[in-house]
Structures are given as structure tokens and as C-alpha cells.
């Protein structure tokens, strides 16, 4: 598993420990040699912002990630649209 995991929740929701749990499980055994990772959850409109911002698709997505050189990198949720 990641060594160092930041959650952070803007949602507005709680997210479940299960959730997160099993998010971080099936990804420490995909990426093992890296050592932080930070997971986001944001509601609509900043994820939409996000999605225009890097991708030029102006609209919500579910899920954005963004490497980072030494670190597992960075892993953006939308709430409500990965809850569809």
C-alpha cells in the first residue's frame, strides 16, 4: 500500500472508510513501488473546471488522475458522478 495517503473531501457527502479502503487496496497492489498518494473528492462544478482545464471537455467527470514523477500522483472523484 501507498505509504502516505491524503483524503481530502470537498463533496460535501461522506465518504464511506469501506470506500476508501477498498479504493486503496486495489490500487497499492496495481502501482507498488511509489510511496504518496492523494485522493480528492470534489462536487460538480470544480470537477467540471478541472475537466475543461487538462482534458478541454467542459463537462463533469467521474474520475481524473494526474501522475506524479516519485509518487503514485494524484486521483480526482466526482461524487455525484461516480455515484451514477
Given at each position: 500500500?501507498?505509504?502516505?495517503?491524503?483524503?481530502?473531501?470537498?463533496?460535501?457527502k461522506?465518504?464511506?472508510?469501506k470506500?476508501?479502503?477498498?479504493?486503496?487496496?486495489?490500487?497499492?497492489?496495481r502501482?507498488?513501488n511509489?510511496?504518496?498518494?492523494?485522493?480528492?473528492?470534489?462536487?460538480?462544478?470544480?470537477?467540471?473546471?478541472?475537466?475543461?482545464?487538462?482534458?478541454?471537455?467542459?463537462?463533469?467527470?467521474?474520475?481524473?488522475?494526474?501522475e506524479?514523477?516519485?509518487?503514485?500522483?494524484?486521483?480526482v472523484?466526482?461524487?455525484?458522478?461516480?455515484r451514477?
Amino acid at each position: 500500500m501507498a505509504s502516505h495517503v491524503t483524503i481530502i473531501n470537498k463533496s460535501g457527502k461522506r465518504v464511506p472508510l469501506k470506500v476508501l479502503k477498498a479504493l486503496c487496496l486495489k490500487l497499492s497492489k496495481r502501482f507498488k513501488n511509489r510511496d504518496e498518494l492523494t485522493i480528492t473528492f470534489l462536487k460538480t462544478t470544480p470537477a467540471k473546471k478541472l475537466n475543461r482545464q487538462f482534458r478541454g471537455k467542459n463537462y463533469a467527470t467521474d474520475v481524473l488522475s494526474f501522475e506524479a514523477p516519485q509518487a503514485l500522483g494524484d486521483i480526482v472523484l466526482c461524487e455525484p458522478v461516480a455515484r451514477k
